[in-house]
């Protein structure tokens, strides 16, 4: 069975930076897309950023592309999102999502196992 934990969310000030991490248990990341999400309050879920473990391909939201980076460490079975020049509307909480594929999705229905998720406030 997989579990996924989220950490690394927290308070930053608009233009600060913080690093999530999402780790798994119950299997490895090998042969599988890591996904992040976010959902604001009042409104959808929506895609943020994945990354392909075994090929390293990545894809981001164009409103996050530039600001925010997937990395993985293989030896923790980790996933991060360093995530820099933050805004308020950065403002959500965070999911980790995985999907027993290899093709990214930016389709939350297409993932497999989710974590709890982790909250992130930005501040003006």
């Known amino acids: 069975q997989v579990q996924l934990i989220e950490s690394g969310g927290g308070l930053a000030q608009a233009g600060g930076s913080l690093r999530l991490s999402c780790a798994a248990s119950g299997r490895t990341f090998s042969g599988c897309v890591v996904a992040w999400f976010r959902q604001a309050s009042g409104k959808e879920r929506e895609f943020v950023a994945a990354?392909?473990?075994?090929?390293?391909?990545?894809h981001y939201a164009n409103s996050v592309k530039g600001r925010f980076t997937i990395s993985r460490d293989n030896a923790k079975n980790t996933v991060y999102l360093q995530m820099n020049s933050l805004k308020p509307e950065d403002t959500a909480v965070y999911y980790c999502a995985v999907e027993v594929r290899v093709r990214i999705s930016v389709k939350e229905d297409e993932y497999d196992y989710w974590g709890q998720g982790t909250q992130v406030t930005v501040s003006s």
């Open positions: 990354t392909s473990w075994n090929y390293g391909i990545t």
